[in-house]
């Protein structure tokens, strides 16, 4: 009998079944959308399942929105701030209220792999960047104040189907017309991941 | 809640003892007389400091449209307060027929909130922070800041504990046109 580090007993001396299974297993060990997992998976299948299920929690996809405001205003990793995140047209919204300064980065945009929204002012004038072409692409929108006055936080989210995707605009535009839900709090650092 | 417990302090017991004929006699005696009293101005103090920890403050906010006037119903808002090491703390609710999120504020009271809206849902029209003391005291009805103000029809009066502040919604169209890149 021996016990591996996550607590598996192994006992050497293999029954029936034990013949036919592979001596081979998968071992996952390091950060996910800001926190630890260590992980084993006896095939290749279990660890998908897994590295997806992870991938969907709302708290991940958050936690990416999290992540492109925080990169570009240079937020401190360590630090746990409060946000605010909204489910609507398929995709998490991202804000940070606190934040002093509220305007976007566009040379630490640019250092991060972002390319610029060349039709700003279909977003009223607020300049945007594109963190991908198809899949998972991420959408860091600048704070704007409106020629009346009126303003918007810095915000972000990521496009599941990206602007190069039809699906962008043949399924997440029409969606739009489902109201929003109603904004959840959360605590995010860019090191420990986000909590609701 | 707290609990007062009598308790037999003589060398000879080390147990609590209930009021019989051998203990009266020793709360007569000036020496208890002075432990009883002390304990209870303690904890008749402590009370209201007890009290005013658990205590919490309502502050209402109140969105207003800037077309009309009329309340925004089913905006989600959230509060922000900052301690004094600048940390942020977010409380959030959604208005309700009347415009109103009731936020609950914890003793001690911030010195100063702000507000803060879903980009997807209105683009503010007021200021984003406010000092405390005066929304509590008076009421503040926020500066409008939109251009439109002509259009505004609000001449209410503020409320003790409540913020009016101004926003509109943000449309569909406006929604879609961010998506394109």
Redesign the interface.
């Known amino acids: 009998m021996k016990e591996d580090e996550f607590g598996r007993i192994f006992d050497h001396g293999c029954d029936e079944e034990c013949q036919y299974a592979s001596q081979f297993g998968w071992r996952f060990k390091g950060n996910l959308y800001g926190k630890p997992y260590s992980e084993f998976f006896s095939s290749l299948s279990d660890y998908a399942d897994w590295r997806t299920g992870i991938a969907a929690l709302p708290e991940s996809q958050v936690y990416s929105a999290f992540l492109l405001i925080a990169k570009n205003q240079g937020l401190d990793p360590n630090k746990t701030v409060q946000i605010m995140s909204q489910y609507y047209a398929m995709v998490y919204s991202v804000w940070i209220p606190g934040l002093a300064d509220q305007s976007l980065n566009p040379a630490s945009a640019k250092a991060d792999g972002g390319w610029s929204d060349p039709l700003t002012n279909l977003h009223a004038g607020a300049g945007s960047y594109y963190f991908g072409f198809v899949f998972d692409a991420g959408h860091l929108v600048d704070s704007i104040v409106k020629s009346d006055g009126s303003e918007d936080p810095i915000n972000a989210h990521i496009d599941g189907a990206g602007p190069l995707n039809p699906f962008h605009y043949l399924l997440q535009l029409p969606s739009m017309i489902i109201p929003p839900s109603p904004s959840q709090q959360a605590s995010c650092s860019i090191n420990g991941g986000c909590t609701f | 809640m707290y609990i007062l417990e009598l308790i037999d302090v003589s060398p000879r017991s080390a147990t609590s003892k209930v009021a019989t004929e051998n203990t009266r006699p020793a709360l007569k005696s000036p020496a208890w007389l002075v432990v009883f009293v002390v304990v209870l101005a303690a904890t008749t103090i402590s009370l209201p400091c007890i009290a005013s920890d658990q205590a919490e403050t309502t502050l209402t906010v109140r969105v207003i449209d ?1 077309k009309d006037g009329k309340a925004l119903k ?1 905006v ?1 808002l ?1 509060l ?1 307060t ?1 301690d004094e090491k600048g940390q ?5 609710a ?1 208005t309700d027929a009347e415009g109103a999120a009731i936020f609950h504020l914890s003793i001690p009271i911030p010195e100063r909130i ?1 507000i ?6 209105v ?3 007021s200021d ?1 922070a406010f000092p405390t003391i005066p929304i509590l005291k008076s009421g503040i009805v926020a500066q409008y ?4 103000r002509r259009r505004l029809k609000w001449t209410a009066p503020p409320k003790a504990g409540e913020l009016v502040v101004f ?2 919604r943000v449309s ?1 169209w ?8």
């Open positions: 800037n089913g989600s959230g922000v900052w942020h703390f977010l409380l959030s959604i702000g803060t809206y879903s980009p997807n849902e683009w503010a029209c984003i800041k939109c251009n439109d926003a509109k569909l406006e929604r879609m046109r961010r998506e394109l890149p």
